[in-house]
């Protein structure tokens, strides 16, 4: 098998590891949890809609770096009266 057969497979294993970060149930009902879920939800609508490689690995990092920060934003949320 070549180097770019494997390529989907260990793009999966990387998926599957990252896949936790996307959690969401651990947060409190409110901003903080509606924002997660909503990157959680594009997260896993990605994972099925397209096919698995670097592209899509790659995609879901930068999706996880943007859900950390609006998350943070979300912090501003529950701090406005």
């Not at 809609?49 to 950390?68: I, M, Q, V």
Request: glycine residues 4%; aromatic residues 6%; charged residues 30%.
């Amino acid at each position: 098998m070549g180097r770019i057969e494997r390529i989907p497979v260990a793009a999966a294993a990387t998926e599957r590891y990252m896949a936790r970060y996307f959690a969401f149930d651990h947060l409190p009902e409110g901003p903080l949890r509606d924002t997660s879920k909503a990157c959680h939800d594009l997260a896993e609508q990605m994972m099925a809609a397209l096919p698995s490689g670097p592209e899509r690995t790659h995609g879901l990092r930068k999706l996880l770096e943007a859900k950390d920060c609006f998350v943070r934003a979300a912090l501003d949320l529950r701090e406005t009266p």
